[in-house]
């Protein structure tokens, strides 16, 4: 059984405080994003989440460490739930525990992460060390970024998950590396979740790993949804209007059209696009609300992007 | 961590946005004011000492302005944001050591010629043309780099010196070129062109400079 119940460190009074510092948390409560359900029983979350790789990495400059705070704060005024990072992202976790004491540490947030060190017995201390720069007690989430020493790490999540000290444990990959041992890793260990990337363009994943995903019941996080922004960039630098039947989809924006077509795949439970721009969070959030493409749909969004 | 680098491409080795790296020059500034224009004076010193002849100063100058550029800027701002910065860090220590062993052992004597000419081309780029061209190109006038505290104008002075003495010693330009490479590389994720060419510019004026010595002649070294 997977546990995602998860104790802060900030007290009643702290999330007290910040709910009145961040008015808007408590007005936005009533919004509601599609979620997809987790594993096991597990509950749900939010379909579109966040990745902070780059964009929070702002180390100790107080401009801007107080201009990622308001991405998180809009993030969560949308419902959103994900947020993933790494020890890997040099002082994502320490921006993002900043941010997320001022907003009192939302209810809603499902705080992933992951271990990076080839040392495999390290396991627990860099858990340790991330959970502290978060400000959190446990994670919802551990993941081995990249199956970087994997076996050392999987077996340590494991026993962790068991006693309760994480929520749930999983595996990661990027731009399409290793996906044979990725999958290998998945047909024999026991995992909740998987991370990769998955985008209208890079669809390796939709052959083997995604229907696996499926019959094995692991949830899906989708990384690099933009192509490391070059995609979405791509197609408003060119100006190039959606599709006339985009509405059919409630898809008002390129960030929708894109978003869309990732999470509307039955085997992904999330995408987690990344952004520095309170705007855009907002933009891809909206991706996450209305009517979801079916299977016909998708081919039609394949076909129309190979236009462009 | 270092092991860990095969598990990425070569875009991911750039972990900050450019926003993030711009800002970072005005942190610095910020982090070391008054003391740039104490460090920039010890390099325009480590280049008259230099040109006087008097290299065991000019070494002590040089390796003192590649400590500061360690601590200041590697250590203190750019570590925490990307794990590999402290390696930068210490590697620079180790260009503080070397500047200074060669000037012990008068290696930083000024050398006319072609070579030094081109010296001369890359002193004045560290000091003035890539500092000015920042802030004329869109860059805020407070991330303004000097030479001394900022790593690349630091870098690019000290190849420049390189080329100035006779005989000249290639390997206090190692560490020199691999960090413009380095900063050459973000800038180019980060779409400012000038950052960019600065490490093709200085590499290929190095390789001018190394093609140049059968067909010039500078003055022995006093």
């Not at chain 1, 444990?169 to 996906?179: A, C, D, K, N, P």
């Not at chain 1, 939709?206 to 229907?211: A, N, S, V």
């Not at chain 1, 795949?265 to 309170?278: D, F, G, K, Y």
């Not at chain 2, 180790?94 to 062993?101: D, G, M």
Request: net charge neutral; aromatic share 10%; glycine share 12%.
């Amino acid at each position: 059984m997977v546990g995602y119940s998860r104790r802060r460190v900030l007290g009643g009074l702290g999330a007290g405080l910040a709910v009145a510092a961040w008015p808007g948390l408590a007005a936005a409560a009533g919004k509601a994003l599609n979620r997809a359900a987790l594993p096991n029983g597990g509950g749900s979350i939010p379909v579109i989440g966040m990745g902070t790789w780059r964009t929070f990495n702002v180390g100790g400059d107080p401009e801007l460490r107080e201009a990622r705070t308001q991405v998180l704060a809009a993030f969560f005024e949308e419902g959103g739930g994900l947020i993933d990072s790494s020890p890997m992202y040099g002082s994502a976790q320490s921006v993002l525990g900043h941010g997320l004491e001022k907003l009192g540490y939302p209810d809603s947030l499902f705080a992933a992460d992951k271990v990076w060190t080839r040392d495999g017995g390290a396991t627990r201390e860099q858990a340790a060390e991330s959970s502290a720069n978060w400000g959190l007690e446990r994670f919802d989430l551990l993941q081995v970024h990249n199956l970087l020493a994997w076996e050392a790490h999987l077996e340590t999540l494991q026993a962790m998950k068991e006693a309760g000290e994480v929520g749930a444990v999983g595996i990661t990959t990027s731009h399409g590396r290793r996906l044979d041992q990725f999958e290998r890793i998945m047909e024999r260990h026991e995992l909740d979740f998987i991370q990769l990337t998955y985008n209208i363009r890079d669809r390796w994943a939709e052959d083997r790993i995604l229907p696996l995903a499926r019959e094995k019941g692991i949830a899906v996080i989708a990384n690099r949804p933009y192509q490391g922004g070059s995609l979405i960039r791509g197609v408003q630098r060119r100006g190039t209007p959606l599709p006339d039947w985009a509405g059919e989809i409630d898809c008002r924006t390129w960030a929708d059209f894109l978003l869309k077509f990732i999470v509307s795949h039955p085997a992904v439970t999330c995408a987690i696009p990344a952004t520095t721009s309170v705007e855009h969070v907002r933009e891809n959030m909206a991706a996450g609300r209305g009517i979801m493409p079916d299977a016909a749909q998708r081919q039609r969004m394949i076909e129309a992007l190979a236009e462009v | 961590m270092l092991g860990a680098l095969d598990t990425y491409a070569l875009r991911d080795f750039v972990p900050v946005t450019p926003e993030v790296w711009a800002r970072l020059f005005e942190r610095l500034n910020g982090q070391v004011w008054p003391w740039q224009g104490l460090f920039l004076l010890l390099m325009l010193f480590a280049l008259w000492r230099l040109h006087r002849g008097g290299s065991a100063t000019a070494g002590l100058a040089l390796a003192a302005c590649w400590c500061w550029s360690a601590v200041q800027f590697q250590f203190l701002l750019h570590a925490p944001l990307n794990w590999a910065a402290s390696l930068m860090g210490w590697a620079f220590m180790v260009q503080a050591v070397l500047v200074f062993l060669v000037g012990l052992g008068g290696g930083w004597r000024f050398s006319g010629g072609l070579r030094a000419k081109l010296g001369v081309v890359l002193v004045l780029a560290g000091i003035v043309v890539l500092p000015v061209t920042g802030p004329l190109t869109g860059r805020s006038w407070a991330a303004f780099e000097v030479a001394g505290t900022a790593p690349t104008p630091t870098a690019l002075v000290t190849l420049g010196m390189l080329l100035l003495a006779r005989p000249i010693s290639w390997v206090t330009g190692v560490i020199p070129v691999l960090w413009l490479v380095y900063s050459s590389v973000i800038w180019w994720v980060s779409g400012w062109l000038p950052g960019a060419v600065v490490a093709p510019l200085a590499i290929g004026t190095l390789g001018v400079a190394m093609g140049a010595s059968p067909w010039s002649r500078g003055r022995e070294p006093s």
